[in-house]
DNA sequence: CTCTGTGAACATTTTCACAGCT
DNA sequence: AGCTGTGAAAATGTTCACAGAG
């Protein structure tokens, strides 16, 4: 988030920033903000602020974004579609290598310049580009055998959009994406505003 | 969660369960679920365990997944087509009425049975329809403009997919899904194990 | 005099552990 | 006997408030 705040006030044309500033780029609150980056050291001046590129390369470099990072994609769909069309990835840093899927009527497409692959080639395409970093991007039903098969070709992480709880063993990092449960968050700020209407927090 | 879990173990023919098992199912602590759940309730039985239908009407009676939301879309880019397109929305009570995009040569297409309007729309949109969730699937520059529309139309909860913070009015809720962000914390953990193998953790 | 970096205070969340219901 | 519901304890996260650097 700080390295995006930062990034949105580079391109502002931005050098120097307060943990005021930033903070409000970022959406918390300044104390908060100053006590994280002093984990990563005091890349701040007393008086001063923060130099922007300075602090935005500490952070790159801390979180591992300096080197771009080799991913694919599994299960093409509407939301397979999009993910690799997201600019954001490679702007950040990620580099999508490959898209499969598991149904052959898909492996005509090209996607995103890329053509859509047997999902039997994921080995390959792991241990050739030396991917570390899996999304899933299936129905429910096929995300723990997609899971279990990226593990056992050497993936160590995962990024799940499907709307499953993956078991995967020890030193494999998970993380899972629910759109729907954004929405239902959302929904059930709704229904309070409209039961109680009153004291309500805007996050 | 644990609704989504629920619905996973009726599917299963599972009728009762014990915290322990939901638990596990939701992928959190028995004790954790327990004292969630008890906020809601005394909707178990000692000794037994829950009724998962029982269970289940009660939660989506809380969190207001009872009846239908309507939800308006606007941004038909890729993220849009495949919010548009996800089943899951539905089938967890959220019903898209429009899909709006700013851009007048995508107002012919049809997508997931609706049509591609105006933005120019939203506000009849949004009264005709009694709106009060909108998603914005925007590029970033164009989200705030999005915001403030959809504010004054009399939308009070947003989901915003843009990376940007977005500043709304007291009373309006804002969730914020940002997908480079999660791909970045992955990265974070895999650049960890290279540098320094040892504890890590799954979650 | 301004603004960072940080110990201490405060707040929230998670887990433990067990009383008590069925 | 088995499992929920829940106080109390532990862990974690956030904010305050100020010493001290520039």
Redesign the pocket.
């Known amino acids: 988030m700080y390295l995006r705040a930062l990034i949105g006030l580079a391109e502002d044309g931005t050098t120097t920033?307060?943990?005021?500033e930033l903070a409000a780029t970022a959406g918390?609150?300044?104390?908060?903000l100053?006590?994280d980056?002093?984990y990563l050291g005091?890349?701040?001046?007393?008086?001063?602020?923060?130099d922007v590129e300075y602090l935005r390369y500490q952070i790159a470099r801390e979180i591992g974004v300096t080197h771009d990072w080799p991913v694919v994609i599994v299960g093409i769909g509407n939301l397979g579609h999009a993910l690799a069309n997201y600019s954001g990835f490679r702007s950040r840093g990620f580099r999508v290598v490959a898209l499969l899927d598991a149904d052959p009527t898909r492996h005509d497409e090209v996607v995103a310049g890329l053509d859509v692959r047997s999902f039997e080639d994921l080995e390959s395409i792991v241990s050739d580009n030396d991917v570390s970093i899996g999304v899933i991007a299936t129905p429910a039903v096929a995300a723990q055998a997609v899971a279990d098969r990226m593990v056992a070709a050497g993936i160590t992480s995962i990024l799940n959009f499907a709307p499953s709880v993956l078991a995967v063993p020890e030193g494999v990092g998970v993380r899972k994406v629910d759109l729907s449960i954004e929405l239902q968050i959302l929904a059930y700020h709704e229904q309070r505003k409209a039961v109680a209407p009153g004291s309500e927090d805007a996050s």
């Open positions: 920033c307060s943990s005021e918390v609150n300044s104390a908060k100053r006590k980056l002093s005091s890349y701040g001046t007393r008086g001063v602020g923060y």
